[in-house]
């Protein structure tokens, strides 16, 4: 695999502890600098969304046994939400982290995305913001968070109300002392991108995610806006969330059938010829420059090792040859590779149909 560019040079980052950690695999991790957070992040990271079970059931062995593997192996980074499984992620990795010490990973939650019921998914005002977020750090068993997200902010009714009053709440956490960096996250990077630059409270860092996969690269148009900025890029899910995997997407998958068809016909495509599409598609994303981190949904120690695996590890040449054409055959010349505001309109019809029945 490439090595990034702009990658930190010590052979040791800021989160290692000697004792804990596997020396040898974090001297071969790559780890790159985090916009201007100084936190010098591993360039793959641990998303911790399956914990919520949203994909299939994670037993507490497999959770607190993959985080264990993941981080003494060198991934410093855990990503995690108040709506993965209704606090469920948050709860797992309470248990998996209390034996860990604090210094060997950054943790980042998020406020904002709560419950699957649609009148309960979001809420961006400052009450449940700081309620939301004290009990995230109690289900954490933490002190603090490295960073604190507002999550998935293209469905809060207007972008003043994040600008006004869900930011200003997440600087207080942050004068609090409990939380040390801000960021956003969601689907649409300009809709982040206008309200960073409109924002009066600084925002260390963007998360947008399914941008930059074998079926969709765009992010990469972006990637240089945040160079400049100074700002840290944080990329999620190089398997599309689950689009880009022989089993195909959770039920919940925003993009429409037709689209899903095209992914499942490279997958079958993938299995005929004998390759694993997962492992195509992980080394794509990972392959890319300037990326300084990219969240992979993780579920068991297995899967921990296989994507170590990848990042360390060259595809063969049958497995590029293999790539190359489901690049041009089934993903280059697709008709719709994303889903942007397909979601959130059938979010607003769900949610105004639900709000009328109650009145
Ligand atoms: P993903 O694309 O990372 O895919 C995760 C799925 O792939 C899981 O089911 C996982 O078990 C499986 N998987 C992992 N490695 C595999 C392998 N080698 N072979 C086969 N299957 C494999 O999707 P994701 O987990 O949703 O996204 C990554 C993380 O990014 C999330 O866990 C979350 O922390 C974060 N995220 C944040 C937002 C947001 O803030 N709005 C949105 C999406 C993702």
């Keep these: 695999m490439d090595q ?19 020396d040898e695999a974090v ?3 790559k780890y790159s600098n985090l916009g201007n957070t100084g936190m010098q992040v591993s360039i793959l990271g641990f998303g911790a969304s399956p914990f919520g079970g949203g994909y299939h059931p994670i037993s507490e062995e497999d959770a607190i046994g993959s985080i264990r593997t993941a981080l003494t192996k060198g991934i410093n980074y855990i990503d995690t939400a108040p ?26 939650t998020k406020v904002g995305r709560y419950q699957q019921e ?7 005002s400052e009450e449940k913001v700081l309620k939301g977020f004290e009990e995230s750090l109690e289900k954490l068993g933490l002190s603090y968070v490295d960073l604190i997200q507002v999550h998935d902010l293209e469905f809060a009714p207007s972008p003043e109300l994040i600008l006004t009053e869900t930011l200003p709440a997440v600087q207080k956490i942050k004068e609090s002392g409990k939380a040390k960096f801000i960021g956003i996250t969601g689907y649409p990077v300009d809709e982040l991108k206008n309200i960073y630059e409109r924002s009066t409270v600084k925002i260390d860092t963007i998360l947008s995610y399914c941008h930059l996969t074998l079926n969709d690269s765009s ?9 400049d900025k100074g700002v840290g890029l944080i990329n999620a899910s190089p398997l599309a969330m689950g689009l880009l995997t022989h089993g195909g997407p959770p039920v919940w998958h925003p993009l429409p ?20 599409l997962p492992k195509l598609a992980v080394d794509y994303t990972l392959s890319q420059k300037n990326i300084p981190i990219t969240l992979l949904g993780m ?5 921990v090792h296989r994507n170590l695996d990848v990042l360390h590890g060259d595809l063969t ?14 993903f280059r010349h697709a008709k719709q590779k994303s889903w942007e505001v397909v979601e959130v309109e059938k979010y607003w019809r769900k949610l105004k149909a639900a709000q009328s029945q109650t009145s």
């Design 4 to 22: 990034p560019s702009e990658p930190t040079d010590q052979a040791f980052p800021k989160t290692y502890v000697k004792g804990f950690h596997d």
């Design 27 to 29: 001297k071969k991790m």
């Design 83 to 108: 709506w993965y499984g209704n606090g469920k992620s948050e709860e797992m990795l309470g248990k998996a982290l209390k034996d860990i010490p604090r210094e060997a990973y950054y943790i980042a």
């Design 118 to 124: 649609i009148t309960k998914m979001f809420d961006f």
């Design 219 to 227: 992010l990469l148009d972006h990637v240089d806006y945040m160079k």
């Design 257 to 276: 059938q037709e689209a899903r068809q095209v992914a499942a016909n490279a997958a079958l495509y993938c299995q005929e010829q004998g390759i694993n």
């Design 299 to 303: 579920s068991s120690i297995s899967e």
């Design 317 to 330: 040449d049958k497995e590029k040859e293999v790539r190359e054409f489901i690049l041009e055959k089934f």
